[in-house]
């Protein structure tokens, strides 16, 4: 069974094979690149990678809770409660909002 190749359409062969190349339709030979019938070339829509530097955007949150000893104190107090878990607590809607952010960004 024949590969296909990239550029190459699907059910026609190489050149010179007997499937559709450029022996079949006549032609001497392998046509160069520079010379023959200009190749399809087939585009994946893929994302672009701009679109990739939207997840940086969930890194503050990691790094803010991940690194404890920056919060690992009990002042300032907000509310009567020790830094320690309203700074935590604080990240919850921000991390909300930059995973929402991401989200629609890349999808």
Known sequence: MPTDHPGQRRGEGAAGSGEGGAADRGQEG???PEL???????????????SRL???LLLPSY???????FYARAEPTLLSFPFFYWFQFAWVP???LL?????????
């Open 30 to 32: 392998p046509a160069s």
């Open 36 to 50: 023959g019938r200009p190749q399809e070339v087939r585009i994946e829509h893929r994302r672009p990678a701009r």
């Open 54 to 56: 939207w997840y940086l």
């Open 63 to 69: 790094i803010g809770l991940l690194w404890v000893p």
């Open 94 to 96: 921000i991390t909300a």
């Open 99 to 107: 995973t929402y952010v991401v989200y629609r960004r890349v999808r």
